[in-house]
């Protein structure tokens, strides 16, 4: 089979398509024919070596690339009783020291990183859902703000923040969304119950909208300190991206959300995008043979929703 590895880190061109066994599922995985896999920033930064020189995982000789995938169950290793060959999934692998990826023909998963496909969603759009709305509920959960909250989310017109802002309005909380000038309608069609342009003074005016400060942020921007401000005194952060977390300054709690592959959280996101409770977003299509196309188009920037490979 092809996949898509690196083994020398560096830019785009460090992407090597290279032909490996099929992998053999282990007690309790499941083989993946892959149908979509889409492209992620941590993608990028796995190529580029930046999370070996981080400690976020060891060097290695081969690496694999990919984290989102959508496909058909392929075959199951033992003990998997709960899923069946030919049944349409979409999943996340969460690990990083591994040396195939979801960019590849197939992909071997733990049963419990994968959710069913409902009739009606495209294996292009689950492919969007795994990293992205499993990274903005888990963040909200850590949150945890009662409902009639209020909720600053970084970044909303991206991929994880878009998701955060329609979860968070799904669970009764009051969004104050930052993202362009040109991004504002788009964004409170998600559900934004405010807007704050990104060129603004950030806490300024989000205390405009919710005097006092907000009662927690979700900065999927990486904002840091400028997105601090807004929050209320003894109020709750979670930055998304390693490293980019504030000095807890007037007694908030500032938390560092990590991704964890949760295949029953995966099962009600794709539920609601295929109840068109949660908008996917799809920038481009790409054939796996032109993934170093697809990072250069992230590293291009001002991409509105995932760049999704197809095998």
């Given at each position: 089979m092809r996949a898509i590895v690196v083994r020398s880190y560096g830019g785009p061109h460090a992407l090597e398509m290279v032909e490996c066994p099929v992998p053999e599922p282990g007690p309790?995985?499941?083989?993946?024919?892959?149908?979509?896999?889409?492209?992620?920033?941590?993608?990028?930064?796995?190529?580029?070596g930046a999370l070996v020189e981080a400690g976020l995982m060891a060097a290695r000789a081969t690496t694999g690339i990919g984290w989102d995938v959508a496909g058909a169950v392929d075959a199951l290793g033992p003990g998997v009783t709960d899923v069946v060959a030919g049944q349409r999934v979409a999943g996340l692998r969460d690990r990083l020291d591994l040396s195939l990826g979801a960019y590849a023909d197939y992909l071997v998963l733990e049963a419990t990183?994968?959710?069913?496909?409902?009739?009606?969603?495209?294996?292009?759009?689950?492919?969007?859902?795994?990293?992205?709305?499993?990274?903005?509920?888990?963040?909200?959960?850590?949150?945890?703000?009662?409902?009639?909250?209020?909720i600053l989310v970084t970044g909303a017109a991206g991929a994880v923040g878009g998701?955060?802002?329609?979860?968070?309005?799904?669970?009764?909380?009051?969004?104050?969304?930052?993202?362009?000038?040109?991004?504002?309608?788009?964004?409170?069609?998600?559900?934004?119950?405010?807007?704050v342009p990104r060129e603004a003074d950030l806490a300024e005016s989000v205390r405009r909208h919710v005097p006092g400060g907000v009662d927690g942020a979700l900065d999927a921007a990486a904002l840091g300190i400028s997105a601090l401000g807004a929050v209320r005194t003894r109020g709750r952060f979670v930055a998304v991206v390693g490293g980019a977390q504030p000095i807890p300054l007037r007694g908030i709690t500032v938390m560092n959300q990590w991704i964890a592959a949760d295949g029953a959280a995966l099962s009600e996101l794709v539920r609601a995008a295929s109840q068109g409770q949660l908008s996917t977003r799809i920038a481009e299509t790409l054939p796996l043979t032109e993934a170093v196309r697809a990072h250069q188009l992230l590293a291009k920037g001002g991409l509105r929703g995932r760049v999704v490979l197809i095998p």
């Open positions: 309790g995985q499941v083989r993946v024919r892959v149908e979509a896999a889409a492209v992620n920033p941590v993608d990028a930064v796995t190529r580029s990183a994968i959710a069913a496909l409902p009739p009606g969603l495209s294996s292009l759009a689950a492919a969007t859902l795994p990293l992205s709305g499993l990274t903005a509920v888990q963040s909200l959960d850590l949150l945890d703000l009662p409902t009639g909250a209020t998701y955060a802002v329609q979860s968070a309005a799904r669970r009764g909380l009051r969004v104050v969304a930052v993202a362009g000038a040109g991004d504002e309608q788009p964004v409170r069609d998600l559900g934004a119950h405010w807007f």
